[in-house]
């Protein structure tokens, strides 16, 4: 099992988006999660 980095990534407009990724080469596959108003807290991350 691979590592993963994870980081907060700043967007247009103030936005923010939370980027996690393996360590190592891929491919890999990905999951995108669109948050509600609240933004991104400690259970989507």
Same mark, same amino acid.
């Given at each position: 099992m691979s590592q993963i980095t994870s980081e907060w990534v700043q967007l247009e407009n103030g936005l923010r988006a939370w980027y996690?990724? #393996?360590?190592?080469?891929?491919?890999? #596959?990905?999951v995108l999660i669109f948050i509600e108003a609240f933004g991104v807290n400690a259970h989507f991350q």
């Open positions: 996690a990724r #393996p360590a190592d080469v891929g491919p890999h #596959p990905a």
